[in-house]
């Protein structure tokens, strides 16, 4: 038996809405204001929520928690997501696989 489940991913962001409105863009759900300067992605059904929580500063090392994405066509995600303001960080590989880490438009790491 598990001994938690997870509910919700956090992230802190600059400008919580627009990076709010970004991941809906790319991960699909609907933006609500949760208050207190949280900004909440409501998933489709299957997804994760997402959070996002207002942030005074930059962090000095983001990355310490990423998310792993799954996309059916990794080529054409990686270029939806550029047009949405997300980057390319690198494509990497190893021998269980390969794949694109990105950016978010606030420099949080993800992977598709």
Do not use: Y
């Not at 627009?18 to 997804?47: H, K, M, Q």
């Not at 997402?50 to 310490?64: D, K, V, Y």
């Amino acid at each position: 038996m598990a001994l938690l489940t997870v509910d919700c991913v956090t992230i802190n962001a600059l400008n919580p809405s627009a990076l709010a409105r970004f991941w809906a863009s790319i991960a699909g759900g609907t933006v609500r204001d949760s208050g207190n300067g949280f900004v909440l992605v409501e998933p489709e059904a299957g997804g994760m929520r997402l959070l996002f929580q207002q942030a005074q500063q930059p962090s000095a090392e983001p990355g310490w928690v990423h998310l792993d994405c799954t996309v059916t066509d990794r080529a054409a995600a990686e270029k939806e997501i550029c047009q949405r303001g997300g980057r390319t960080i690198e494509h990497r590989s190893d021998s269980n696989g390969s794949w694109i880490v990105m950016a978010d438009p606030e420099g949080n790491p993800f992977c598709i």
